[in-house]
């Protein structure tokens, strides 16, 4: 005879499930707060993408500061020689970018519309040759993909400017909407009181 009782890992998750339940009002907030950040990038995507440039070149240079660290700490070991030379491409790159914020931006920007002008094209060779099912959602996708491609390189080295800032901007927006969502679907579980 089956008993109604919840196994144990019914009530782990149970429990899991009701922790987070009882949080959701900081969901909210991350959501709130990272619509706000987003907001602010897109209207200042300018900004928003010199700051972005420049946070990647300090990472750049604290990951090389990390290589070389563990090449000096792990001295003798076969593989320390790599670490440095990791470490000094990584502090040179983190100096270019933090030096050279404009130019950094801009060569983003560049490769960033070929890889969207392939991956494009590539989507929509692949949804017209094979043909499979909803094939043309494919297509349409690869076709949007060409396009902000092509919009971009078009206005290369000006939407340098612009177009990380926005991409980052919209991350942001996506992003805080679905805590946003995840928030609110969380506060409408109901409490239980077997826990």
Not at 9 to 16: G, H, K, L, S
Not at 117 to 127: F, N, R, W
Request: proline letters at 3%.
């Amino acid at each position: 005879m089956a008993s109604n009782e919840p196994g144990p890992v019914t009530v782990i998750i149970a429990a899991d499930v009701q922790a987070i339940r009882d949080n959701w009002g900081w969901f909210l907030l991350l959501g709130l707060l990272q619509i706000g950040v987003g907001t602010a990038a897109i209207l200042m995507a300018n900004l928003a993408t010199l700051a972005s440039m420049i946070v990647i070149g300090f990472l750049a240079l604290l990951s090389g500061c990390v290589q070389l660290a563990s090449a000096i700490w792990g001295y003798g070991w076969s593989g320390s020689f790599q670490h440095v030379i990791v470490g000094v491409l990584y502090l040179v790159f983190g100096l270019i970018v933090v030096s050279r914020p404009v130019l950094a931006a801009e060569v983003f920007t560049l490769v960033l519309a070929a890889l969207l002008l392939v991956g494009g094209a590539m989507k929509i060779a692949v949804s017209l040759a094979v043909r499979f099912h909803q094939w043309i959602w494919i297509f349409v996708s690869g076709m949007i993909t060409l396009l902000l491609g092509i919009i971009i390189m078009s206005g290369w080295p000006g939407s340098s400017f612009w177009v990380i800032g926005t991409f980052i901007g919209v991350e942001l927006l996506l992003t805080g909407w679905t805590w946003v969502i995840l928030a609110l679907g969380l506060r409408n579980i109901p409490k239980s009181d077997r826990l």
